[in-house]
Every structure is written in structure tokens, then in C-alpha cells.
């Protein structure tokens, strides 16, 4: 079993920046994929960036890409989510999550993931 738990969130003006963080525990963090998501109300889960194990590969969706950074500590069991210039359309409740699974071809979907945090809800205003 792997835990996640996101911090970070919150209201910022659109052009400001914040950084989530997503702490895991459980079994071992340094050989396991993880993704970032986010869902809109009234809308479904998306994919926003993923980073392998050891942090050498990333992905990001064509929406954010340019604007927002992964990467990971996994002397600290973290992965944080850099969110600059955000804009109005980043408002969404964003999700870490964690796979073995992981894989280029696979890490931008949402089912390959079996570790999900809470969420943590980020409100960009006008």
C-alpha cells in the first residue's frame, strides 16, 4: 500500500504561482511512477504530468505545458507539481497519484494509477 497526501493548494490571482506537494508512505517510493491530475467540477479527471521513478523522464499535458514543472525528492518521498503564470481554466481540485506500473505509453491515463491522494483544491482568480 502506498499513501499520498497533497499539500499546497489554495487562491492565487491569475499570473501567480504555487507549488503542490504530494508526501507518500508506505512501501517503497524511489522505483514507483507518479501522476498529477486534476478534475473541474462538472468535467473528468485529467491528466496534467507524470514523472518516472528516478525523475530522468516527464510528461505534460499540452495545457500546461511551459508553465508547470514535476519533479521529485525520493530522499523525501515527494513529488512536488511548480505551477506558474496559472491562469483561470487551472482552476481544479488536483490529485497525486502513484503507479508500478508506469510507463511512457501509459502514464497519461487514469486507470494505470493505484494510489490516489485527496485532492487539494487550487482556485486561480481574475
Known amino acids: 500500500q502506498v499513501q499520498l497526501v497533497e499539500s499546497g493548494g489554495g487562491l492565487v490571482q491569475a499570473g501567480g504561482s504555487l507549488r503542490l506537494s504530494c508526501a507518500a508512505s508506505?512501501?517503497?517510493?524511489?522505483?514507483?511512477?507518479m501522476g498529477w491530475f486534476r478534475q473541474a467540477p462538472g468535467k473528468e479527471r485529467e491528466f496534467v504530468a507524470a514523472?518516472?521513478?528516478?525523475?530522468?523522464?516527464?510528461s505534460y499535458a499540452d495545457s500546461v505545458k511551459g508553465r508547470f514543472t514535476v519533479s521529485r525528492d525520493n530522499t523525501k518521498k515527494t513529488v512536488y507539481l511548480q505551477m506558474n503564470s496559472l491562469k483561470q481554466e487551472d482552476t481544479a481540485v488536483y490529485y497525486c497519484?502513484?503507479?508500478?506500473?508506469?510507463?511512457?505509453?501509459?502514464?497519461?491515463?487514469?486507470?494505470?494509477?493505484?494510489?490516489w491522494g485527496q485532492g487539494t483544491q487550487v482556485t486561480v482568480s481574475s
Open positions: 497519484a502513484a503507479t508500478y506500473s508506469y510507463t511512457d505509453a501509459i502514464r497519461r491515463i487514469v486507470p494505470n494509477y493505484d494510489y
Open positions: 508506505g512501501r517503497a517510493f524511489s522505483n514507483i511512477g
Open positions: 514523472i518516472n521513478w528516478s525523475g530522468s523522464s516527464t
